[in-house]
């Protein structure tokens, strides 16, 4: 089965220079797989031209005249922007014409034009942002990480029943395990909406495994951590942040004399093999879950290798058939014996 | 002028064991300390003993009968346990007996009971956690880190006024900039209480720099970042657990086979000189910044060199008065001219 993408290619720190080399490189390896690279055609011509490429029935060229700021506030990218590349990559996936769209674009508008274009999934109240982070055990599934900044109790619950549902079809676990992110694991901790989400927890039918403090995120304790957009967040871009200085602080130390230099080219494997295993490449692309479609959100400071990564996970959520499991899930059982 | 620090020798995971060798090799580097080991007599005797110490003028044991056990409700603490070690330090703080307080244990009971036996400084609604965390440029002050749940803009812009002062005595600052954690820079991001908040600083007298995103925590573009306690909590919780990550993966890069071993080998002088950069133990201390007196925490888990470093904490903030310079910052301007 063929499966279209629909690429915002202006979308990005970068636009097409990384957009379009990324969809070429996705698409030599994933033969069944179809991109629409959308947004000014005569810039995105001129990129396949400089890359020596023209389009064919796998490589299709979608004009959109209009391109969305990354400091684009949201509500003026869906008022005034009716074609932009974000906008009508997202039309293509509504209209049956894509199975996914991917956007390296700005976050806020790209939430607030997808729910708009795809509308929420019934059952839920609202998108969230979803990604999988590495752990000392494997990795975690954390929610949401910035659509929501003020949650009630039942959003974290519906949070938690999408993240359950993405670590089970991605990954085959039977019956994962949910932990709620606080401050502290016993029951006094928190705030008033974390307690009464672990209220709504513990009564449903999930895994849910009580509450995981920060550094219990990388512990790999739990198969899904789910918290409000404004701590995760702040989790996620704390992590990047430290990241990068453990980096600058490696290099700075190798980097100091003849002797460290020596050194850091005997341990050069070791640190790649290092460097691979944490490289927040090979975790761009986020999932916005909930909404009726496959939306994956990348960096937007992706180059190549990290953007072609979140087209591959728009591949995996199309062929794991997210959005529909939610809808399963949230369905209604079906009324029997009262006719 | 000698100082004492009131330790609570019974407060963290390994109590005694820990708290006295932290407290002896303490003494050793800082002449004019003296430290008052709070907590059960016997139990604190016996371990000076296996040391080969007695106590002197500069080491007095004070007795208090009880412990507040590391996962008891602070209000059940603050309540019944009335000559808990905790306590009874944090009594001899607020009679003059002490210039300081150190402990290990319970966090949310230290507050509570710090809280109630100290009082806040005028003009300060809430106590907050905070400590020096490193930076790509240095260090940044960050608060709160789990003292306060829940805060309105005006709690967040009173820890500004603190952490502002704290890193003005600390670092010598004169007008240190002063970041407001939130999930994007633009003035529309974030939640409302972030919103109010950063109207209330940019109308201040701070060196107010606008919002920080996570990542801007480890860059050092701050000297000083503000937050409310759950979100500081995570954010310093999830850092933790990934530089613990970090140090598991590289661990085990360098230990798979013999060439990686010898790599490891030769890379171990800079590898060290990295994890002293890092060593969380370094910046172990945290201060309760807002009370009647210095009340430093350290990790609950800390082993005798990192509570070592709580206590050269607490001397450098009785050294720098960060009680009298809040009182004096947050006292009304003297009446003019009226009578």
Redesign the interface.
């Known amino acids: 089965m063929t499966i279209t993408i629909a690429l915002d290619a202006m979308g990005g720190d970068h636009g097409p220079r990384v957009t379009v080399s990324a969809a070429l490189s996705f698409l030599a390896a994933q033969q069944e797989a179809r991109i629409a690279l959308v947004g000014q055609p005569g810039i995105i011509e001129d990129e396949l031209r400089r890359l020596g490429v023209r389009p064919d029935e796998r490589l299709e060229v979608v004009p959109a005249t209009e391109v969305v700021r990354m ?1 684009e ?2 509500a003026q990218a869906l008022r005034t922007k009716r074609d932009s590349s974000m906008r009508v990559a997202l039309t293509l996936l509504r209209d049956g014409r894509a199975d996914a769209c991917v956007s390296a674009g700005n976050t ?1 508008a790209l939430m607030a034009v997808a729910h708009f274009v795809l509308k929420t999934l019934p059952g839920i109240d609202r998108p969230a942002i979803v990604t999988a982070l ?3 055990k494997g990795h975690v599934h954390l929610l949401d990480l ?1 659509a929501n ?2 949650c009630t109790a039942e959003h974290l619950r519906q949070f938690a029943v999408m993240g359950a549902i993405v670590a089970t079809a991605v990954d085959g676990r039977e019956r994962p395990s949910v932990g709620l ?1 606080n ?2 694991v ?1 029951d ?5 909406v974390v307690k009464a989400a672990a209220q709504l927890l513990a009564r449903s039918e999930l895994n849910y495994i009580g509450y995981v ?7 790999g304790g739990a198969d899904v951590i789910v ?1 409000d ?3 995760g ?14 980096r ?3 290099k700075e ?2 980097g ?1 004399g003849a002797l ?1 230099r ?3 080219l ?2 050069r ?3 790649k ?2 460097a691979r ?2 490289d927040p490449k090979r975790y761009n692309g986020a999932t916005l879950v909930g909404l009726n479609g496959v939306v994956v959100k990348s960096h937007g400071s992706a180059d190549a290798v990290a953007l072609r990564n979140a087209l591959e996970v728009a591949l995996r959520e199309v062929r794991h058939n997210i959005p529909d499991r939610i809808r399963q899930e949230m369905e209604p059982p079906p009324q029997r014996g009262l006719a």
Chains 1, 2 share one sequence.
């Open positions: 400091d506030p949201p806020g590495p752990t000392l910035g900044v003020e992110l401050v502290g016993e006094i901790k928190g705030n008033e403090e920060g550094d219990g995120i990388y512990a918290c957009g404004f701590v967040n702040i989790a996620l871009k704390t992590s990047e942040g430290l990241a990068r200085m453990i600058a602080f490696l130390e190798f100091r460290t020596l050194a850091g005997v341990a494997p070791v640190l093999a290092f295993r944490v």
